[in-house]
């Protein structure tokens, strides 16, 4: 299965960190990511050199 996340909360940083990245890494997340989109100011949180964005740019 295939799904696109659309961030829109403050609380994007807490989901991607705690949830959906270490699922991706563990290579244990259900479907294939195919997209993400961010609506919250706070998209900072990927920038090179973020712990998040890092991380992120691993998967």
Do not use: C
């Not at 270490?22 to 090179?48: E, Y």
Request: glycine share 6%; net charge neutral; proline share 2%.
């Amino acid at each position: 299965m295939k799904v696109a996340y659309v961030f829109t909360s403050k609380n994007s940083h807490l989901i991607l960190d705690k949830m959906i990245i270490p699922q991706l890494l563990s290579d244990k997340h259900g479907a294939d990511v195919v997209g993400m989109m961010f609506f919250a100011d706070n998209t900072f949180l990927l920038t090179k050199g973020s712990n998040v964005g890092d991380r992120l740019q691993e998967v």
